[in-house]
């Protein structure tokens, strides 16, 4: 079962719903494992996910697991899930789809990772 810092992961299905199923599903994997788990940290990292655990019991299936989810979300569009087309600019990734690739909403973001809310 995991434990730890499970509001992270809703924290980070909020700010990048396109990858809400892909956290899901590996939360999902990982409690039918069986195993206690520790989350000492899930963010958004280089445009990909990255997702750290700590227990006894972690092992080769539980990292398999970790490890696919984290590269399947270098491949997905953070707002919506579909096919990545498009990496943000500057000193910050964000992986973007087709229809998501525009001028304005990457400077929303990019406002938004300031800390700016307009």
Same mark, same amino acid.
């Given at each position: =079962?995991?434990?730890?810092?499970?509001d992270e992961i809703n924290d980070l299905k909020r700010e990048l719903p396109g990858w809400a199923g892909l956290l899901d599903g590996l939360v999902s994997k990982l409690n039918r494992l069986d195993v206690d =788990?520790?989350?000492l940290q899930v963010k958004e990292k280089f445009g990909g996910l990255r997702f750290y655990v700590q227990g006894a019991d972690v092992g080769t299936r539980q990292r398999h697991y970790i490890d696919a989810a984290e590269t399947a979300s270098s491949l997905l569009c953070c707002l919506c899930g579909a096919g990545v087309t498009h990496q943000g600019e500057g000193n910050w990734i964000r992986l973007f789809c087709a229809e998501h690739d525009t001028q304005d909403l990457r400077a929303l973001w990019q406002r938004q990772r300031e800390g700016e809310t307009t």
């Open positions: =079962m995991l434990t730890g810092r499970i =788990m520790q989350v």
